[in-house]
T-cell receptor
Framework: DTAVSQTPKYLVTQMGNDKSIKCEQNLGHDTMYWYKQDSKKFLKIMFSYNNKELIINETVPNRFSPKSPDKAHLNLHINSLELGDSAVYFC?????????????FGSGTRLTVV | GENVEQHPSTLSVQEGDSAVIKCTYSDSASNYFPWYKQELGKRPQLIIDIRSNVGEKKDQRIAVTLNKTAKHFSLHITETQPEDSAVYFCAASYPAYGNKLVFGAGTILRVKS
């Protein structure tokens, strides 16, 4: 069983469209994250949720809206896609919040905006 | 603010040699330092981690050292093999920022056979 699963794996879309990426973890972890990896491989946190509650919201355009219906799911919706949104988006989860623990990453979603 | 610097950005070694990657962090309150390996087109995977109450940790050919005073930590890979070729990321936790992990910029390691 895949521990952290993301769908879709690839997403090619036109500028201006709205798209969603879904993430689910079956590890029983309390905290989930979205990271963006740009073309230079730099991993930058976007959001973090702990038990469905938003705890980290970096300076991300408000076109990006995360939603966590329960602690096993964290979805990312992106409105009005721009060329600069092209990147690999990784979902991740970790065991705890107050103490730092290692992340388990999903396999990533490669978003290409044309 | 939170910042993790990682060096070198690329590293080429001959098979069998050792490789060392170094990172520095900015917040003395950071208490957790994981290392991730990312192969081409794959997800980052945790390979080793260390907490601030420990100075060194080893797992077979991989070791990590931590100098809290200098805010440095390093990854050491001995007897490198071609399958060690990948991008390696260090990270540090930042308690004041929701305990998020801030990643270094990554090191591309190439092991030549």
């Amino acid at each position: 069983d895949t521990a952290v699963s993301q769908t879709p794996k690839y997403l090619v879309t036109q500028m201006g469209n709205d798209k969603s990426i879904k993430c689910e973890q079956n590890l029983g972890h309390d905290t989930m994250y979205w990271y963006k990896q740009d073309s230079k491989k730099f991993l930058k946190i976007m959001f973090s949720y702990n038990n469905k509650e938003l705890i980290i919201n970096e300076t991300v355009p408000n076109r990006f809206s995360p939603k966590s219906p329960d602690k096993a799911h964290l979805n990312l919706h992106i409105n009005s896609l721009e060329l600069g949104d092209s990147a690999v988006y990784f979902c991740a989860s970790s065991q705890g919040f107050l103490g730092a623990y290692g992340y388990t990453f999903g396999s990533g979603t490669r978003l290409t905006v044309v | 603010g939170e910042n993790v610097e990682q060096h070198p950005s690329t590293l080429s070694v001959q098979e069998g040699d050792s490789a060392v990657i170094k990172c520095t962090y900015s917040d003395s309150a950071s208490n957790y330092f994981p290392w991730y390996k990312q192969e081409l087109g794959k997800r980052p995977q945790l390979i080793i981690d260390i907490r601030s109450n420990v100075g060194e940790k080893k797992d077979q050919r991989i070791a990590v050292t931590l100098n809290k005073t200098a805010k440095h930590f390093s990854l050491h890979i001995t007897e490198t093999q071609p399958e060690d070729s990948a991008v390696y990321f260090c990270a540090a936790s930042y308690p004041a920022y929701g305990n998020k992990l801030v990643f270094g910029a990554g090191t591309i390691l190439r092991v030549k056979s």
